[in-house]
């Protein structure tokens, strides 16, 4: 039996009624695989971590070089971050634009507030000597939590990038589309956080393997 | 061909991600301040011994990301037809496998290793 058999155009070899996709219908979905494969790579950073983190070379341990009150306080910025997003996206709901670009200042504010505490952080411990070439311990530990601080400052250069875009054509659905994939990717952060304050510092400070 | 009705017959086709609520949000919010506070606390007072400590801080890590994942980043099982939540559920294999696995494997092949003299200068 041919395609023309079944009254069809034989050159065409596609189902001729595919419904069609609305732009950005599979966005969503993409970014969250996206989202997924970026935790794996956390998961081998934590992975390494987990296998090198107790290897000193005689060198500081955790309890030297790792301060809990700039801990606290990096928590905090980032817990507070995630929220202010959380109002942004509400304020995008309701089709309020100012409000929404309000929000999104203050996340990256609190945002860039993070990443200057952990610069902060990073330089005093190079400046003791306690840099990423010192021991296996400070190599995994600047790698992961580099790698965390990058993927923020990625983030809220991003931030940057949205908010002059919904200032100069609003709360257009492609917008709406950018900045909830944004969020996600904002508040996936927040959990690496979660992963990296409790395994990588508190549970270090604790001393239990 | 007429996009309109064919959007409309298509059920898993919704408007985006779900939309969040300022009650979710700050439900969210409220859980994440405490169940990071309490391991802080926890760590700065020595209130437990290390190895209650350790267990408290790890089960309370994973309670907050399940908050985190539930009320900021809105997971559930029908967006996107269950997709989404599918997804998560063969990243956290993936995850547990990789971890749990390279903890194991190195533990027994240091174990098993031969002391060695100048084994704690050596390790870095």
């Known amino acids: ?73 990096n928590t905090a910025m980032l817990l507070f971050s995630s929220i202010t997003y959380g109002f942004a996206m509400l304020a995008m709901q309701e089709d309020r634009q100012t409000p929404t670009l ?85 508040h996936f952060l927040d959990v690496i956080w979660i992963g990296v304050f409790t395994v990588v510092y508190l549970l270090g400070m604790v001393g239990w393997t | 061909m007429d996009v309109e009705s064919s959007h409309a017959a298509d059920p898993h086709h919704e408007d985006f991600a779900p939309h969040g609520t300022l009650k979710g949000y700050l439900t969210g919010f409220v859980l994440s301040v405490i169940l990071t506070a309490i391991p802080f606390l926890l760590v700065m007072t020595h209130a437990a011994g290390p190895a209650t400590t350790a ?31 599918l997804a998560t559920i063969f990243t956290i294999v993936l995850v547990v496998i990789a971890i749990s696995g390279s903890i194991w494997v190195m533990y027994n092949l240091d174990i098993n290793m031969m002391p060695m003299p100048g084994n704690e200068i050596g390790q870095g």
């Open chain 1, 1 to 73: 039996m041919t395609a023309t058999d079944m009254g069809q155009d034989p050159d065409i070899f596609y189902v001729a009624d595919e419904h069609d996709h609305p732009e950005g219908a599979s966005t969503m979905l993409g970014f969250w695989i996206y989202i997924m494969s970026d935790t794996l790579i956390f998961a081998m950073l934590f992975a390494s971590f987990a296998v090198l983190g107790r290897n000193y070379a005689g060198g500081p341990r955790p309890e030297d070089v790792f301060e809990l009150g700039l801990l606290a306080l």
């Open chain 1, 102 to 186: 309000g929000w999104l200042a203050v996340t990256a504010l609190f945002g860039m507030a993070f990443v200057g505490i952990e610069l902060h952080e990073f330089s005093g411990m190079i400046a003791e000597g306690a840099g990423p070439e010192r021991s296996a311990f400070l190599s995994s530990f600047f790698t992961l939590v580099g790698t965390h601080g990058l993927h923020v400052t990625i983030g809220i250069l991003w931030m940057i990038t949205l908010m002059a875009q919904v200032a100069r054509k609003g709360l257009i659905a492609a917008n709406r589309r950018r900045l909830m994939c944004l969020s996600m990717f904002w």
């Open chain 2, 55 to 85: 267990v408290l801080i790890l089960a309370m890590a994973l309670i907050q990301i399940v908050v985190h994942m539930v009320y900021f980043l809105h997971l559930n099982t029908r967006t996107e037809g269950g997709w989404t939540f």
